[in-house]
């Protein structure tokens, strides 16, 4: 099995709003990961949890906080989003030689 | 830094038309390499991989080659039909366990009927 699920698959928000996305996988991968795309556009990292510790945050607002509760799961909370936060937010598990992605969620902030 | 470049779309073809979208890398170590597909509405699929030199990774029709030596992984299909219309983006994984993909700027394909 090589999925990787993500709920909830929309999400429309206003901006003083808390929500959270959510992400699963039991291919047993010790790595996972959060992307945001943007329409057109390659996904770009947000960030990289190894062995449950997050690893690479690449400069993201503070207003996105992830968590990684298990090794199968990977939450991204959002607080105070703004519109330009709109995007495809995409879960990805990978081991040393692949990387799977989820389904993503789309996210709407209003 | 590591880098992929893709040719840039859209490309448009007829139906069974021969399809080659280019992908060229540049890497410090020695990475894997992927084909990923997202159609519209969707997250990304992985399409095919290959993880050395000289590899060949095959799925549905498509097919690409790990060359070294012009470090390139060329996407190519014989006969495209409709349903292959979507985004195509091609990606190297440097084999440490927990670094990100690099992505190219990615391929839209719209096959015509």
């Known amino acids: 099995d090589t999925e990787v699920t993500q709920t909830p698959k929309h999400l429309v928000m206003g901006m003083t709003n808390k929500k959270s996305l959510k992400c699963e996988q039991h291919m047993g991968h010790r790595a996972m990961y959060w992307y945001k795309q943007k329409a057109k556009k390659p996904p770009e990292l947000m960030f990289v949890y190894s062995y449950e510790k997050l690893s690479i945050n690449e400069s993201v607002p503070s207003r996105f906080s992830p968590e990684c509760p298990n090794s199968s799961l990977l939450n991204l909370h959002l607080h105070a989003l703004q519109p330009e936060d709109s995007a495809l937010y995409l879960c990805?598990?990978?081991?040393?030689?692949?990387?799977?992605f989820g389904p993503g969620t789309r996210l709407t902030v209003t | 830094g590591d880098s992929v470049t893709q040719m840039e779309g859209p490309v448009t073809l007829s139906e069974e038309a021969f399809l080659t979208i280019n992908c060229t890398y540049t890497?410090?170590?020695?990475?894997?390499l992927f084909w990923y597909v997202q159609y519209p509405g969707e997250g990304l699929q992985l399409l095919l991989k290959a993880t050395k030199a000289d590899d060949k990774g095959s799925n549905k029709g498509f097919e690409a080659t790990y060359r070294k030596e012009t470090t390139s992984f060329h996407l190519e299909k014989g006969s495209v039909q409709v349903s292959d219309s979507a985004v195509y983006f091609c990606a190297l994984l440097l084999n440490s366990g927990n670094t990100p993909l690099v992505f190219g700027k990615g391929t839209r394909l719209s096959v015509i009927a």
């Open positions: 890497a410090t170590g020695y990475p894997s």
């Open positions: 990805a598990s990978s081991s040393r030689l692949e990387q799977y």
